[in-house]
């Protein structure tokens, strides 16, 4: 779960560079003269559009609009590569094979034939040059492939602008040495219990803890996931008819919280009722001590940022995400 001290593994993350191994992640290839029109038709981003070395971080929908998975969408100008958790995979394979109808689209699971590195800090640039990487400047979701001692890689850029990321990806038996080179540089191992403290501070949701299948896509407050111009794709006409009736009660959002880290599932009250749920929680360190946040959705009337809410008999004030200050002092 962690190298010797999470603590100091989550200040490496926020202060100079983390690196982990990213063995959850799998890699999925799709093929074929239709994959762009096909793709297209299945996920709530805009793949259509997408130039060459760029993505788009989207959701897969059953056609009641609840979430099946969600993903993030390269076009690698020959072929479109799908991102996603490992846990997801097996979903988002046999969902993509349902829909494959007379379509010209093949679709394989590359996982095994690359590795992803990751690399996230304020520092994480300058690590990558110190170990020889020459990364162009990138935005955000956009992919650089490069020769780096007698192999090749892709840098590809994370989606925070604010709290920089970068991914390595490397055929396998190339990783270690990647991993090794990017220690040397300056880059801190993190294991999971840091990059579980990191992810809930930025208040990124994960799908199957803070995203299920029951929650509709405008609930999790993920609006780079949805594309309102695209056209026509699996859920769609569930997802705009909430849009233009403003339908959506309950909203994703964090929670700043007094006592202890409340468990998921753990019920948010207002004025003695019932008003959401909590789907993760933390105690996340910093240099002023230890601080208890929380994840998790509540109605929209009751959910602004400062208002007061109790959770498992303890203060707890709603919350803007990411917790900025939990990651910048």
Excluded at 211 to 233: H, M, S, V, W
Aim: hydrophobic share 40%.
């Amino acid at each position: 779960m962690h190298f010797g001290n999470a603590t100091d593994e989550f200040a490496a993350l926020r202060s100079t560079c983390g690196v982990y191994n990213l063995e959850n992640r799998a890699k999925i290839q799709l093929t074929g003269s239709d994959r762009v029109r096909w793709l297209n038709g299945m996920i709530t981003n805009n793949v259509r559009d997408l130039t060459a070395g760029h993505g788009v971080y989207a959701f897969l929908l059953n056609p009641q609009g609840h979430i099946l998975g969600d993903l993030i969408a390269y076009n690698r100008g020959e072929h479109i590569l799908v991102d996603t958790v490992q846990s997801q995979l097996e979903t988002i394979l046999a969902t993509f094979d349902h829909y494959i109808i007379m379509d010209d689209v093949e679709v394989a699971n590359i996982s095994d034939k690359l590795s992803a590195i990751g690399l996230t800090g304020p520092n994480a640039g300058s690590v990558l040059k110190a170990a020889g990487f020459e990364v162009p400047e990138l935005k955000t979701l956009q992919i650089a492939d490069l020769p780096w001692q007698q192999t090749n890689v892709s840098i590809v850029r994370g989606e925070s602008v604010s709290f920089p990321s970068y991914e390595v990806w490397v055929a396998p038996e190339h990783a270690a040495s990647v991993r090794e080179t990017l220690q040397r540089s300056g880059a801190v191992p993190v294991g999971p219990e840091a990059l579980e403290l990191y992810r809930i501070a930025l208040g990124i949701p994960l799908y199957g803890k803070d995203i299920r299948e029951r929650d509709l896509p405008q609930e999790t407050e993920q609006q780079r996931a949805l594309n309102f111009n695209k056209g026509c794709y699996v859920g769609q006409e569930i997802v705009e008819r909430i849009r233009s009736r403003g339908a959506v009660h309950r909203k994703f959002t964090g929670f700043t919280v007094t006592g202890a880290a409340p468990a998921p599932g753990t019920k948010i009250q207002a004025q003695a009722k019932d008003v959401g749920e909590i789907t993760s929680s933390a105690v996340i360190p910093s240099p002023d001590g230890e601080h208890t946040v929380a994840l998790g959705y509540i109605r929209r009337e009751v959910g602004v940022p400062g208002k007061e809410v109790e959770i498992a008999g303890s203060r707890a004030v709603v919350a803007d995400l990411p917790f900025h200050d939990l990651l910048t002092r």
